[in-house]
């Protein structure tokens, strides 16, 4: 579930005309579509990347790749950006049922294999969170290292109406350039595919797969996250064996989108090629 900024903010027509550019290209980011298990699947990728680890960037329950692009801008100067529509979401194709945590996760081990990348760094954001935790266990050969932004869901609201209350919570706190990329995204997704897949979400204990994580892992909020408020974080990183945490002042639910420089700098803090060659020795002892 996604929606944010830090604080109220007001709107901004930067970042609401990066959003909503694809298929067009902007800012350095194209548009491509790969057939994947007979899906059309839109990504929406860097150009003239350098070299470095692969960023793929898995989006939350309701919306697309749109709200992720001022993020893919921040990390395309050091690392390859890919960011991907879930199949049913933003310019991907829709398959006839919302797909679950583990289907997703398959989906992409998948486009990671077209593209023939390298082990990537996965950046999933609140029920992205939850599909790139599934990745990492399902295909850890694929993965190199984790980031799980605002992951959903608290067991403590666990439920379609315990999120959205949240929720509820949360949109007051957000960016109101985000209001027309949100519209945008519920219309592609269409509202019956959006509530199946919050069921999916509330279903989804994401603990079984924290638990069975292998790679360097970061578990990042925002401070003023009522959806993944700090005492959830807290209690999710406890059950990563390798994690640290970051929590960014004045954010709340969206920190990916409306503070892309900060979330970006902890990104590449995390993918120190010393850092991760340290861990990749550890791990395979």
Do not use: K
């Not at 550019?21 to 980011?29: Q, R």
């Not at 898995?58 to 395309?76: D, E, F, K, N, Q």
């Not at 190199?144 to 932004?149: C, D, E, F, K």
Request: net charge positive.
């Amino acid at each position: 579930m996604s929606t944010g900024a830090p604080g109220r903010g007001t709107a901004s027509r930067a970042p609401l005309r990066l959003a909503l550019a694809a298929p067009a290209d902007a800012a350095g980011l194209t548009s491509q579509w790969r057939h994947v298990d007979g899906l059309r699947t839109h990504v929406r990728r860097s150009v003239d990347a350098p070299p470095g680890t692969p960023v793929l960037l898995v989006h939350g329950l309701a919306v697309s790749h749109r709200y992720l692009t001022p993020l893919a801008v921040a990390l395309a100067d050091h690392h390859p950006v890919y960011a991907p529509d879930l199949p049913g979401f933003g310019l991907s194709a829709h398959p006839a049922e919302a797909y679950d945590v583990p289907r997703h996760a398959d989906h992409l081990a998948a486009l990671l294999a077209a593209y023939r990348l390298p082990p990537v760094c996965v950046f999933g954001h609140s029920f992205g969170a939850e599909v790139a935790a599934a990745l990492a266990v399902r295909h850890r050969h694929a993965v190199r290292a984790l980031v799980l932004a605002g992951p959903t869901s608290d067991p403590r609201a666990r439920s379609r109406t315990g999120q959205l209350r949240r929720l509820l919570l949360d949109l007051p706190r957000e960016a109101l350039w985000q209001a027309p990329v949100l519209v945008r995204d519920i219309a592609d997704a269409r509202p019956r595919r959006v509530w199946a897949t919050l069921s999916h979400s509330v279903r989804n204990r994401i603990e079984d797969d924290l638990t069975r994580l292998t790679v360097s892992t970061l578990l990042l909020t925002g401070a003023r996250d009522p959806i993944a408020p700090p005492a959830w974080r807290d209690r999710a990183a406890a059950l990563v064996p390798q994690v640290r945490t970051v929590s960014v002042p004045g954010a709340a639910h969206n920190v990916a989108s409306t503070a892309p420089r900060q979330v970006a700098e902890a990104v590449r803090a995390l993918l120190d090629d010393r850092v991760l060659d340290r861990l990749d020795t550890l791990t395979n002892r």
